[in-house]
């Protein structure tokens, strides 16, 4: 819808190529903990680094609608209805504002969504896993939606204006989904003991994707090092998943819930988490299109693209001037 052509494909991505003043101008600026706006100069790599972050994120926000959305017709009682809805929706509000902060480096949506539908582009690995029962829906509001806050809160601080400014509406969006799920967590974890069975199934489903969810190991990251540099990143994944296991894993336990790992030990000497390495092989299959949902995922996309064309088609008028948001 906005955008006036992908400019990234032009621009080159090795810094030797950079104009070596303006690069570290570039830098100088962002050790300043100055905001990098869309007009600005930026190296041909960040902006690279920064659409594939973005982007990937928004594709996660809008397929990670998908398991929860399919249990609103089933949610148990109205007002469970009301808010598992209007958490979905904010969910898909994210992708919108997330799009539009990628649109703003220079590639068009509809580029963004084409690499989406096409299976190029990645999307979080948790969102390929099935939402079984009613459990499944409550743990991921509660426990995925921590993970979220987590890597957000910290990528909030980043250097890339648009980036930080969608990332803090959020973010704020965001602590409510965690309420939300936190207390259809707790009704459950205090109920009859088959609510409490359900639930504590439900977790040991979602945990070992959870492990995965704040990527892999800090030796084994490829973007790490510069996103970090450039303060995209701004917790590494490993910190990310120590701050997660530090956060919720005393939660977990205060719900009389079990995690379903022999080895989850906190050590008090070196105060870092110990678990389980999770499967990093079965990791590397979800993301690369081989998990269990996601050809289905996938096939919802298309089948709302394919069955929202004539509408927007309908709403775009010949002579309208698109112009790139600068969010
Ligand atoms: N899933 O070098 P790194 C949400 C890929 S939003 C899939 O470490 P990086 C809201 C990575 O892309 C959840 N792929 O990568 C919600 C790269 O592949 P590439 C999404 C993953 O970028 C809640 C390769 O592995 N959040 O949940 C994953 O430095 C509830 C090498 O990895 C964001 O996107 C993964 N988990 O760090 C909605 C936040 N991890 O591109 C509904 C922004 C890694 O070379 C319900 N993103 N890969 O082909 C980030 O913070 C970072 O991109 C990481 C990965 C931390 C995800």
């Not at 594939?52 to 399919?70: D, F, K, V």
């Not at 409490?196 to 040991?204: G, H, I, P, S, Y």
């Not at 084994?220 to 510069?226: C, D, R």
Request: hydrophobic content about 40%; overall charge neutral; charged content about 25%.
């Amino acid at each position: 819808m906005y955008g006036g052509g992908n400019i990234f494909e032009n621009v080159p991505v090795d810094l030797e190529s950079e104009d070596q003043e303006k690069l570290a101008a570039f830098e100088a600026r962002i050790n300043r903990g100055e905001k990098i706006e869309p007009m600005d100069w930026m190296p041909g790599l960040y902006r690279k680094q920064l659409i594939r972050m973005i982007e990937q994120h928004a594709h996660s926000e809008i397929i990670g609608a998908l398991p929860e959305g399919t249990w609103i017709t089933r949610a148990p009682g109205f007002k469970r209805k009301l808010s598992l809805m209007a958490k979905v929706q904010d969910e898909v509000g994210h992708a919108q504002l997330l799009y539009s902060a990628a649109e703003t480096l220079g590639k068009p949506r509809e580029a963004m969504i084409n690499d989406l539908i096409t299976g190029k582009s990645k999307y979080s690995n948790i969102f390929n896993y099935p939402a079984f029962t009613w459990a499944d829906a409550t743990i991921i509001s509660w426990i995925v939606d921590a993970g979220a806050i987590v890597n957000q809160l910290a990528n909030l601080k980043g250097s890339y204006g648009p980036y930080c400014r969608a990332l803090d509406r959020i973010c704020a969006e965001e602590s409510f989904h965690l309420k939300y799920g936190h207390h259809a967590v707790i009704h459950l974890a205090t109920g009859s003991p088959l609510q409490r069975k359900m639930v504590q199934e439900a977790l040991n489903r979602w945990w070992p994707p959870m492990m995965h969810f704040f990527g892999p190991p800090d030796k084994a990251s490829v973007h790490s090092e510069i996103l970090m540099r450039w303060k995209v990143k701004m917790a590494s994944n490993d910190e990310n998943r120590q701050q997660f296991l530090d956060m919720y894993v005393p939660k977990i336990w205060e719900l009389g819930l079990t995690v379903p790992d022999p080895n989850l030990n906190k050590n008090n000497e070196s105060g870092q988490w110990e678990y389980t390495e999770p499967d990093w092989e079965e990791f590397k299959r979800v993301i690369n299109g081989d998990g269990p949902c996601n050809a289905e995922r996938l096939a919802v996309r298309r089948f709302a693209e394919e069955r929202g064309a004539w509408m927007r088609k309908a709403i775009l008028k010949k002579e309208t001037e698109y112009v790139m948001p600068l969010a």
